[in-house]
């Protein structure tokens, strides 16, 4: 008798540090329900890849810009164009190059993925990056039923919370110099009623109410998050304890976090792309060395220089580091609160981890996370900023201090650890996002 042929998965991610882990740990989710995973990314993005799971193929497009990379492009717009018209050549070309494709799982910041895949009679899987509200935003966007420039003071969208400017995405406010952004994201909405299927990297309980609003336009939709490692999860696979894919060497720092008492370290990191200005650097800075609190500090190597001259990297009380597994730092013992940009998977993390947040969103999506973390699901403060849109030292030190020892802090603790059960339930055996995988798998045939 012959024996069945496993399925074979092509997983398209745009080349973003944001996008490529939660799609990798997405492939690592398949693949251990039989799938054979080829996961692709531009040529000039899988350059930087220091790690890639032994198990998976790698394969690439092109984005128009393989040597230099979207630097070269000088504008968003011209490299987003190039990327459209390069990247849809270069993927038909590998699908033409492979055998046997049962399924293209594409970005849906890829919305022409699909339309290749159906040239060549492929299912297509749209996966959703972001949360379930900024979708609905971006959706409601396609609709026409919300435009940019706002004219409304607070925005009314079913099932969500009300929204002031503030809880918005920041294209909104960049549109009149440049739409090409928000057209960019809202375009993934273009033709995702076509797909087979949408994926998107949440969890029910988490975001059931928006879930439930779109099934009754997508029924095909399926929540398949958290997707992050399993180790920091539901614990099932040992070997599984980061994403699998960096563009960042870490930097060693759990032996310091050994040594400082449970729940003392404020963790404070702004993610792969967000770059403040020096007065908010410095606002950090001077906040963390006055404070009481010991304290863990995430600055990339390109930002270094906006540190203080007189700022210590590292003392008994605080290390400044380039880079770290955030995982790793999240789940230690010594963190008592994560002061966060509020990127989607940085969300994901802390809510998986169980640490309370302070919120100082920077571009993008990051405001509304910030939003559901302090009014929704409760877990978080937004630091205020002032008319200058900067975070104050004293306002972000009355913040750790709410968050370390206050009461407040207390419930957002709380809160957290109650999504942290719900979270590593989701993805269990017999859990809502397990039961989606597979069901979205005995349908690849």
Known sequence: MEKQRRARCLVLAYPAQGHVNPMMQLSKLLERHGVKITFVTTRFFSKDLLKLPPSMALETISDGFDEVGPTQAGSSKAYLDRFLQVGQETLAELLEKLEHVDCLIYDSFFPWALDVAKRFGIVAASYLTQNMAVNSIYYHVHLGKLRAPLTEHEISLPRLPKLQHEDLPSFFFSYAEDPTLLDFVVDQFSNIDKADWILCNTFYDLDKEIIDWFMEIWPKILSVGP?????????????????????????????????????????????????????????????????????????????ENKLPKDFEKISEKGLVVTWCSQLKVLAHEAIGCFVTHCGWNSTLETLCLGVPTIAIPYWSDQSTNAKLMKDVWKIGIKAPVDDNKIVQREALKHCIEEVMEGEKGKEMKNNVLQWKTLAAKAIGEGGNSYKNIVEFIGNLF
């Open 227 to 303: 997707n992050i490692p399993s180790m920091f999860l539901d614990k099932k696979y040992k070997d599984d304890q980061d994403y699998g894919v960096t563009l960042f060497k870490s930097d060693e720092c759990i032996e310091w976090l050994d040594n400082k008492p449970k729940g003392s370290v404020v963790y404070v990191s702004f993610g792969s792309l967000a770059s403040f200005g020096e007065k908010q650097m410095e606002e950090v800075a001077s906040c963390l060395k006055e404070c009481s609190c010991y304290f863990l500090w995430v600055v990339r190597a390109s930002e």
